[in-house]
């Protein structure tokens, strides 16, 4: 027996939708769907219903407005044009942030999960191996890309993640972010996920100094879009 005040007494994660049952306070229950993605997630949503019914919302309002929530810009954003597999893009940035999103990701699919990952220049270079690390431990599909070089070259950057790995045949290296990441949704088959890891909802990219339109959320769209 849960011995939390509120709790999920259960969790169906779908491709689309998850359904969620959470009991609350005085036996309360409140079934619902959400379209929000990963634990953390789940969580954060468990603390607000707690919340607003404590504050006194009508549960049944709650329960009505939840499947139309969403997430913060840039974190487990969806991408979706009705494409048979899920896409994300995530700002994770660290050793742990991508072992924590692939982690929850990997608990979302009974496909593959396919990741893209860069490392940025100027930054600190002893966790460049572990994010690549990360990257392929996580990730049935792990491919290695630039995020912003700044005045590094990227391709030294992508060394020094990959340092000490043993590649896989199936993960990649392509220095050029969008052609990985049209690698990673040609690979992508229905049930899978796709996730660009790094950037989330920043709109450029920075290279040699210059800063270039780049937003991996349209990036993606589009390479969904020429996928036949």
Not at 199 to 225: M, S, W
Request: proline share 4%; aromatic share 4%; net charge negative.
């Amino acid at each position: 027996m849960n011995s939390a005040d509120w709790y999920f007494e259960r969790i169906e994660v779908g491709t689309n939708w998850t359904t969620i049952a959470i009991r609350g306070t005085g036996g309360i229950l409140i079934e619902t769907n959400t379209k929000l993605v990963g634990d953390f997630n789940l969580d954060n949503l468990l603390m607000a219903i707690a919340i607003c019914v404590t504050s006194g919302i009508d549960p049944i309002d709650i329960a009505t407005i939840t499947p139309s929530l969403i997430g913060a810009e840039g974190r487990l954003e969806k991408v979706d044009l009705g494409q048979s597999f899920t896409a994300l893009v995530d700002y994770a940035h660290s050793p742990d942030s991508v072992k924590s999103v692939l982690e929850t990701l990997r608990k979302s699919t009974t496909g593959k999960v396919i990741a893209v990952l860069g490392c940025g220049g100027d930054r600190d270079k002893g966790k460049r191996p572990l994010m690549g690390a990360a990257l392929l431990a996580g990730s049935d599909i792990a491919i290695f890309t630039s995020d912003n070089p700044r005045s590094e070259d990227p391709t030294q950057i992508i060394n020094e993640m990959v340092s000490g790995l043993t590649l896989p045949v199936t993960s990649a290296i392509e220095v050029d972010r969008k052609r990985a990441i049209e690698i990673a949704v040609a690979a992508a088959k229905p049930g899978d996920i796709v996730v660009l890891l790094g950037k989330g909802h920043e709109p450029g990219q920075e290279i040699a100094g210059v800063k270039h339109n780049f937003d991996d959320r349209l990036e993606l769209a589009a390479a969904i879009e020429a996928t036949p």
